[in-house]
């Protein structure tokens, strides 16, 4: 089991900044992947930003050149850093672990932190 635990979220205003932490504990040694989805209000979760244990990152169009995903190995912990926040990403994130559940993928989840973006 691991367990993911969020921190970061709150109020920011239109063009401000954020950034979102994500640890985890546990059996971390089931983890290369870790991520960041969000559920805006009324809609469904979505993938925002995912980082490997390589450093190989993937963004969802809409936050490229202004999300920076980044993860410190050695603490087992990723960061989210919001720029130049828009009323768009205004959602509850939550941060995810991909895991081989022996026939399939499954994903340890965060509790979620909310992010409001005030216009």
């Known amino acids: 089991q691991v367990q993911l635990v969020e921190s970061g979220g709150g109020l920011v205003q239109t063009g401000g900044s954020l950034r979102l932490s994500c640890s985890a504990s546990?059996?971390?040694?089931?983890?290369?992947?870790m991520g960041w989805f969000r559920q805006p209000p009324g809609k469904e979760r979505y993938l925002v930003a995912k980082i490997s244990s390589d450093g190989t990152i993937y963004y969802e169009d809409s936050v490229k050149d202004r999300f920076t995903i980044s993860r410190d190995n050695a603490k087992m912990t990723a960061y989210l850093q919001i720029n130049t926040a828009k009323p768009e990403d205004t959602a509850v994130y939550y941060c995810?672990?991909?895991?081989?559940?022996?026939?399939?993928?499954?994903?340890?989840w965060g509790q979620g932190t909310q992010v409001t973006v005030s216009s």
């Open positions: 995810y672990a991909p895991y081989w559940e022996g026939h399939s993928y499954k994903n340890y």
């Open positions: 546990g059996s971390i040694r089931d983890i290369n992947v």
